[in-house]
Nanobody, 124 residues
Framework: QVQLVESGGGLVQAGGSLRLTCAAS????????MGWFRQAPGNMREKVAS????????DYADSVKGRFTISRNNAKNTVYLQMNTLKPEDTAVYYC?????????????????WGQGTQVTVSS
């Protein structure tokens, strides 16, 4: 069993930055593809970014390309999401996700483990 704990959410003005952190424990973190998803009220959960188990491969939703960066530190069992130039439409609950799939471009159906979520609110 993998446990994922997110931190770093909060309230920020448009144009600001936040860094989300996900700490993992349980199964071998280094063999899992990791991702960040988000869900706004009334919307489906959507993929924001994902990273391969070695960290060499990354994938982003078109809406965050050039603004968000996903990275991981396997020695610390941690994955990060650096979010810059935040927009009000980025407001959502952000979830850390882990997958045992042999690829890293993840959809929600690919996720084996979810974190509890952290709220990100961007004011205009």
């Amino acid at each position: 069993q993998v446990q994922l704990v997110e931190s770093g959410g909060g309230l920020v003005q448009a144009g600001g930055s936040l860094r989300l952190t996900c700490a993992a424990s349980g199964l071998s973190f280094s063999i899992l593809a990791m991702g960040w998803f988000r869900q706004a009220p009334g919307n489906m959960r959507e993929k924001v970014a994902s990273v391969s188990w070695r960290g060499a491969g990354t994938d982003y939703a078109d809406s965050v390309k050039g603004r968000f960066t996903i990275s991981r530190n396997n020695a610390k069992n941690t994955v990060y999401l650096q979010m810059n130039t935040l927009k009000p439409e980025d407001t959502a609950v952000y979830y850390c996700a882990a997958s045992s799939r042999p690829y890293y471009s993840l959809d929600p159906a690919d996720v084996d483990f979810w974190g509890q979520g952290t709220q990100v609110t961007v004011s205009s």
